[in-house]
């Protein structure tokens, strides 16, 4: 069982940014596929990126070119970290991880709690 703990949200202005974090408790966190989805109110879930245990990226186009997702698999830990916030980037942020990519973004393996993030313009 992997256990997901995200930290790093928060509220800031438009135009700002802040790095969201996610700690695993597993140590074979290096062979997981890894990913943001975030949800705001009323609206669908959203995959915002994804990191495979080779660390090819992805991102939605929605975000491309503002945020980076990156792992530090020493510290069992992936990132996000967001430019350029505006304030339909207001969601709440989850961490997934999943054994491969196809899996993370069909149905991820294991979720984190989430982390709010509110952007005010």
């Known amino acids: 069982q992997v256990q997901l703990v995200e930290s790093g949200g928060g509220l800031v202005q438009a135009g700002g940014s802040l790095r969201l974090s996610c700690a695993a408790s597993?140590?074979?966190?290096?062979?997981?596929?890894m990913g943001w989805f975030r949800q705001a109110p009323g609206k669908q879930r959203e995959l915002v990126a994804t990191?495979?245990?080779?660390?090819?990226?992805n991102y939605a186009d929605s975000v491309k070119g503002r945020f980076t997702i990156s792992r530090d698999n020493a510290k069992n830990t992936v990132y996000l970290q967001m430019n350029g916030l505006n304030p339909e980037d207001t969601a709440a942020y989850y961490c997934?991880?999943?054994?491969?990519?196809?899996?993370?973004?069909?149905?991820?393996?294991?979720w984190g709690r989430g982390t709010q993030v509110t952007v005010s313009s």
């Open positions: 997934a991880a999943g054994l491969n990519i196809q899996m993370l973004k069909k149905a991820p393996n294991y």
């Open positions: 597993e140590r074979t966190f290096g062979g997981y596929a």
């Open positions: 990191i495979s245990s080779g660390g090819s990226t």
